[in-house]
């Protein structure tokens, strides 16, 4: 299995542990390698060099993607005369991306920056990362251009020394075959993921075939579950006693290929290194090989994840890296790795607190109003530099905001949910001076603050408790009616005429407690209670009243009953001033134009005072009527007129005949008053309503005095306008001889006839009209109306009876009937 044309040699590295193998150009690159992906801390980057140098390692694989070139050059700088070595014993491996539409510019920035991060005059291998601009599709027709434009950079700088040898990274076998004839440097290492669950043999095969090294990243398979756990490769570590990364290992080394291993625990990469005591059979590197799924771990499709994540708390903004972008792809594995104790996953780069309440408000409204505000816009510029970074967000709205702004690309999905729920789990870890109670009380100051804010919120105009508060008091009402009937009638047999002196309630009861039983009535001070004549009046009627007598147990109860009263009234006067006070600070517009308790009883019938105000004039005046309405409509008669606004002083005052115009107007003016008291921002007091209030009384007016004047001018007949026509004037008088009765169709007998008589000719007896003035065409209408009318009339009084007493009058005179037929 191992790869024989590959010159291994232990004489190029000092300290080197494991082999290596010269290139196809005669550079010389060991097997075993350090990955350094997600070391950006300068503190990690030292401790893990450091660690890697005393273990033998002297590959180190980084990237231009990776932003921690100067780190690591720093820790070279630092750590090789620590452990006496030179620059020449360790192997640099470092990557740089294609980038369009200036490929050639781009490739130069990225092979000068890493040469001048690193702090070394060449580089040992230079990798194209991706054949492909990470920004375009896979079936870019430009892809294959851009490919031979970043290699023949790399080309140059190979001429020039600055790099001892060229490689590829994820490219297929077709990706080579464009390179091969045509390019004058062929590409010496492939870079590519490798393991169990993923061996790829037709391109290592290929790879073989063409003596290009393979090289696999993510040997370990980005720590997946499902790898860790396979029942051959954990029955395999038992075996040999080794640990399960030690055995993935071994199964990629002992086939020749290179492996770079990635960590920042120092225990973690000096043992890792231990895979050298590992010896696999050749009958368990077969059985590895058949389980071979083509599953990737990492990010090798060209489809970039997110490598920076934006965390957004109510004490500020924080932003973290991730250490694997791979880790976007395994959802169920990210929640486990928290659970454990142990984070690999995410490392916090900087954290923008906000200086104070009202920047953590300003912040969280626009961004909920779809702004970009301004804090987090300077954040994200000064943090991310480089346009390729990709941004992990939790809210897609918010990557459209950040992306439209400042042109840096978002993502989104369930894995970065799922992400942000680890996070927001064990957020007082990651922020470390921010304590999980100091971020729930700024949480809880921000929500007030928004909340406030959403709803303008005033703690006087709360209209919940107004609603609440006229409820209570329709409900006192009715059960304090109920107490004060149940003692009249009970205290009624014993004093019966205390009831009809004294109607009010409150007095009453008062009365009844201070006089217990009536015989103490001269006795009983009521000086308090009732005025001097009113008191002398029920001490009078004490002394001959007609109640009977009641026991003292009797007399208990009902003045323990007489307390409730008392104390009930005396509540619900604290809970109207209440009402009032509330209505005039809610609504002093609509309180002026109806009165706290009608206004109250709107605004509880709509549920709130917005909602109320929403409503058009006309559902504001049947408001209350809701039952009558519908019952109208469901019977098709006419619909109700009022609702709640009938009780209204304005609607009351007004006359019989105007009471249904004047509610009209009250209703428009109540909808304009609401919508004044819960819309505007600032308070304009109660002149709306003052006005509105005036512009009814004004109407209630006219309507009494037009309602008036129009019966001074009734005359019976409609008058012609004047100057309408010229006509004549002239006088008549009214002809009485025109009257006349009808005589009824139906039988009647002689005494009905008789006794309808007197009644004829009262309704035939009519005053004379008063004389009017009318046009000569109306004069002759008039005359021709009358003269059908007598003819009509005559007709009707020739007709004779029909029926028995006819028949005998017949009988008598037979001579009128010859006459008749005659």
Known sequence: MKWQQFERSMVRFAGLQGAS?????????????????????Q??????????????YRLFDTANYYRNEKELGNAFKKLLPKHNLKREDI?????????????????????????????????DLLLVHYPKDWGTSDKNAKNPEHRMRIYRVFEQYKDNGSLRSIGVSNYESRHIDELWDTVKHRPTVNQCEFHPHLTRPNLSAYCKQKN????????????????YKDPLIVSTAKKHKATIPQILLAFSYQQGVGIIPKSKNPERISSNVDFLNVNLSQEEVTQLNALNKEKRYSDCDGKRLANRLLFETSAGYALFRLADESVLQRVDDIWNEFASGENKTLQLVSFKKYKTIAEAVASATALSDGKLDKTLKRYLKKSITDPMEKLAVDDTQIGKLIKNAMDIKCLHNSAISELMRSIRANVGEFLGDETTQELNAMRLGVAHSIGRYKVKFNPEKIDTMIVQAVSLLDDLDKELNNYVMRCREWYGWHFPELGKLLTDAQAYAKCVKAIGMKQNALAADLSAILPEELAERVRQEAEISMGTDISELDLVHIVELCDQIIELAQYRAQLHEYLKNRMNALAPNLTVLLGELIGARLVSKAGSLMALAKCPASTVQILGAEKALFRALKTKKDTPKYGIIYHAQLVTQSGQKSKGKIARKLAAKVSLSTRVDALCDESLGNQHGIDARAYIE??????????????????????????????????HHYDAKYDMTIKKETEQTEEQQEHQQPEKAKKAVKRPREEEEEGEEAV?????????????????????PIGEEGEEEEQQSPTKKKKSKG
Request: charged share 25%; no cysteine.
């Open 21 to 41: 193998v010269r290139l196809l150009d005669g550079t010389e690159i060991p097997l075993i390698g350090l990955g350094t992906y997600g070391l950006w801390d």
């Open 43 to 56: 503190k990690d980057v030292d401790v893990a060099i450091d660690a890697a140098l005393s273990s033998g």
């Open 91 to 123: 192997f640099i491996v470092t990557k740089a991306n294609i980038r369009s539409p200036n490929v050639e510019d781009n490739a130069m920035a990225m092979v000068e920056h890493s040469i001048q991060a690193l702090q070394t005059n060449y580089i």
């Open 212 to 227: 290009i090294f393979f090289q696999a990243h993510t040997p370990l398979g980005a720590n997946s579950s499902s790898l």
């Open 698 to 731: 004004q109407a209630i007016k006219e309507a009494d005095s037009r309602g008036g004047a129009k019966k001074q001018r009734f005359s019976g007949v409609k008058q012609a306008p004047k100057g309408a026509y010229t006509f004549k004037k002239e006088v």
């Open 780 to 800: 002759q209408q008039q005359q021709r109306e009358k003269g059908q009318k007598k003819k009509a009339k005559k007709s009707g009084g020739m007709e004779e």
